[in-house]
């Protein structure tokens, strides 16, 4: 065994080697969907402070002005567009402009999600369940389809889903938009295997309560985050920032051995299926 594995060092010196800048993404290309507000847009920053071009988009034209403007004061290399995630079109248009403008793709963070209902499940309606898994499961997909050609033609890339601490432990009155999140778990497992023939990374990052827009209900309400803090070991919300970061560590070499994996980042809420 050992024989072997100094014969592999010999004929191939780089083999077990580890760069200097593991955390460096500098020449990589990262769409990050949904991102012109809360965890996307921290990712954008994220991924951009560590060198990579960021493609941020949103379906707001003003969304998507802002939040350029903001990564450019930054000095982060930025291109925007507006992009709907239910629509194939606009998943489609976002892939040309980021192929035209940028070379190429290296990094799908897959973010967006909506949440249209609140209730008892037995409440919620074909309707609701088509809107909320065609946007937070189906179009997570059919972006990842498109991207992968484009990732295998550079060598590899990275592929990383925004699921939630309500993928583990459905919230109450947050049924159909738990569900779909649980799915995005086992959407990474399933891409995984398939993905690394291409040396394409598929991970999945889980939040628990992060102070944006989206959860403006929960963090607003102290009954609520009083009942939370009881399953928190630190005592508050997580900041946007404190998910990008993890985003930017699974697309980073520093993680070059994780694929198929969810990060919790909770705060220490207890998470599991
Ligand atoms: N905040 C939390 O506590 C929390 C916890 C766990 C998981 N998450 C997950 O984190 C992700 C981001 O949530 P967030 O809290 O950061 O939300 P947020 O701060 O409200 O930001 C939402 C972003 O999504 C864009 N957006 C909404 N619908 C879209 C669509 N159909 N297509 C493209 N862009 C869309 C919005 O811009 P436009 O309005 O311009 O489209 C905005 O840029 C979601 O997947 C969510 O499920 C959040």
Known sequence: MLRC???CLRTNPTAGQRGMSQSSLAGKV???TA???????????ALGRRGAHVVVSSRQQANVEKAVALLKSQSIQVTGTTCNVGKGEDREKLVQMTLEQCGGIDILVSNAAVNPFFGNILDST????????SV???AAFLMTKLVVPHMAKRGGGNVVFVSSVAAYQPML???PYSVSKTALLGLTRA?????AHSNIRVNCVAPGIIKTRFSTTLWENDDIMDEFKRQLCIKRVGLPEEIGGVIAFLCSEDASYITGETITATGGMSCRL
């Open 136 to 138: 937070n499961v189906k």
């Open 35 to 45: 991102s012109t507000d809360g965890i996307g847009l921290a990712a954008a920053q």
């Open 5 to 7: 594995v100094f014969r």
């Open 126 to 133: 074909e309707e609701i369940w088509d809107k909320i898994l």
């Open 173 to 175: 009155a947050l049924g």
């Open 30 to 32: 990262a769409i990050i």
């Open 191 to 195: 891409l995984a295997p398939e993905l």
